[in-house]
Nanobody, 115 residues
């Protein structure tokens, strides 16, 4: 059974930083491409960053230069370092993996950025 568990969200002032973690089980983590999505209030879920098993990363234009995703395959964990946070980054952040034709999501972690 594939499980993704996010943590690290919270309330932070604009300009601050947070690091999110996503711990996985039920997959061979090192073999899989991973991604972070977010869904803000009244908005559709959007891709924030992706990181392939080969360490190739991509970022949404809105977070380039501020967010960095990384992975520790020994710990089966994906990270999202978020710096220079803005109020518009307020959202629930989700970890995502596509495995054997199915898409899996974590429960999400809330990030709130106050102005």
């Amino acid at each position: 059974q594939v499980q993704l568990v996010e943590s690290g969200g919270g309330l932070v002032q604009a300009g601050g930083s947070l690091r999110l973690s996503c711990t996985s089980s039920g997959i061979i983590f090192a073999w899989n491409d991973m991604a972070w999505y977010r869904q803000g209030p009244g908005k559709q879920r959007e891709l924030v960053a992706s990181l392939s098993s080969g360490r190739r990363s991509n970022y949404a234009d809105s977070v380039k230069g501020r967010f960095t995703t990384s992975r520790d395959d020994d710990k089966n964990t994906l990270y999202l370092q978020m710096n220079s946070l803005k109020p518009e980054d307020t959202a629930v952040y989700y970890c995502n993996v596509k495995f054997r034709g199915a898409t899996y999501w974590g429960q999400g972690t809330q990030v709130t950025v106050s102005s």
